[in-house]
């Protein structure tokens, strides 16, 4: 049974593996709306997942935490950044895509007023 449960985690993570993007539609608490890209790339390095933001460029950035539930996927990065910013990924293997939503929770309310949340779907590249 143990080899069963191992076997069907590394089935999903061979299927989240790869290269991800989308975009957040996001509402903040002031009802500012915005479309926010985020791409990341996801790997399997010693059994075990691994994930990077993406930039522009396509180039690999910060490391992004990642933990896995079956076939959904929670990310976390933090940004310390004037204050310091909470990125979270709630997400979903749904049809070959990536369904969910994105969060930014800021530490410091005195400089950054609205922390914001979104929906989004991802797509393998």
Known sequence: MIVTMLACGVI???D??????????????GSTKRQEQQSFEVKV???????VSLGKDGKPGAVVQIQQDGAKFNLYRFLDFEGGEHLR???????GKLVGTFSALHDSPKKWVYD???AMVMTKQ
């Open 116 to 118: 914001r949340i979104g």
């Open 45 to 51: 390095v010693d059994g075990k997942l691994t994930a």
């Open 89 to 95: 990924w709630k997400l979903e293997l749904k049809d």
């Open 12 to 14: 999903y993570a061979q």
């Open 16 to 29: 989240i593996s790869g290269r991800w993007s989308g975009v957040a539609d996001t509402t903040d608490e």
